[in-house]
């Protein structure tokens, strides 16, 4: 498991901008943590890390967004709402896993039996306001 601790949104940007480089084509990252906890921010660090420049947003309503430069396809999933395996095929979740994009999903609790064993798992805690402990350990560490 790795350990680290932002005290700010532009930390938490810059962490997850810093991990995106280390990960492969094709990562699954799913985040556990309450509202307001910072998982659309680190999302928004790993769009910037992966050279992809657009406004990042929580799907909540959408269930889906995607994001996409000439390099590299980020789909970012809330699965608040995912109440079943109908709901869950529903979402396109199964039709780009597998695929060369990365996938970030909030909420991830909720599917965590479709996961695959390679997901990172990114775990945050609220420290204070504005500081966050994120730990970060694949399926099966």
């Known amino acids: 498991m790795r350990e680290y ?3 700010s949104y532009e930390e938490t ?3 997850a901008e810093k991990i995106a480089s280390s990960l492969p084509k094709g990562s699954v990252i799913a985040f556990i943590g309450g509202l307001g906890m910072g998982k ?12 992809i420049d657009c406004d990042v947003f929580s799907p909540t309503f959408s269930i889906c967004n995607s994001y996409v430069s000439e390099k590299n396809t980020l789909y970012h999933y809330d699965m608040y709402r995912v109440d079943g395996w109908d709901d869950l095929y529903s979402t396109g979740f199964f039709d780009v896993l597998g695929t060369d994009a990365y996938i970030a ?10 996961l695959p064993n390679n997901t990172v798992i990114v775990e945050i805690q609220r420290i204070d306001e504005n500081s966050r402990r994120f730990m970060m350990y694949d399926i099966g560490e």
């Open 40 to 51: 659309t921010a680190f999302t928004k660090g790993l769009a910037v890390g992966l050279g």
């Open 13 to 15: 940007l810059a962490l």
């Open 105 to 114: 999903i909030e909420w991830s609790e909720n599917i965590y039996s479709a």
């Open 5 to 7: 601790t932002t005290h």
